[in-house]
């Protein structure tokens, strides 16, 4: 009698442990997708953003010294403004100056250091973009591209 009531606490057991271990799966696997499904809400907003294609403005090259010790190091740099409205085209058309005064009134002030890492580089496009759009009346810059950055 003592051999089959050992080989039922054991069976109990087992199944006891199978339970447990199917309950623990059940709760990490629903973890687990309540995780990822923001993450595809995410993707999917990038997405539908992505889609929209704002109109571009480019701007000719910009050549200026860097504010290097030595005076030697200079910046060529390429540019596309990204408008919230194709109707701001004309404004930054009439503005031109105005535009490539404030951007070359900001390069020189940079070090080669400063614009060589990569978020010196997002500090300087959002420099660009908050300095034309504080003169800027019928739209905004959304954002700044640099098609070429050569420090030299």
Do not use: C, W
């Not at 889609?51 to 403005?57: A, H, L, N, V």
């Not at 930054?92 to 005064?101: C, H, M, S, T």
């Amino acid at each position: 009698m003592s051999n089959k009531l050992l080989i039922i606490i054991g069976a109990v057991v087992v199944l006891l442990l199978m339970g447990i271990m199917g309950a623990g799966f059940y709760v990490v696997l629903n973890k687990i997708s309540e995780v990822s499904a923001p993450d595809q809400e995410i993707a999917e907003e990038v997405t539908e953003e992505e889609e929209t294609i704002k109109p571009m403005f480019p701007l000719q090259s910009f050549v200026v010294n860097l504010a290097d010790k030595n005076g030697k190091r200079y910046l060529r740099s390429t540019i596309e403004l990204e408008m919230s409205e194709s109707d701001l085209k004309e404004e930054i058309e009439q503005r031109l100056p105005k535009v490539r005064d404030t951007i070359l009134m900001v390069l020189p002030l940079k070090s080669s250091d400063e614009l060589k890492s990569h978020e010196g580089k997002i500090a300087l496009r959002d420099e660009i973009m908050e300095k034309i759009n504080s003169f800027l009346t019928k739209g905004t810059i959304t954002n700044v591209y640099f098609t070429e950055f050569v420090i030299q």
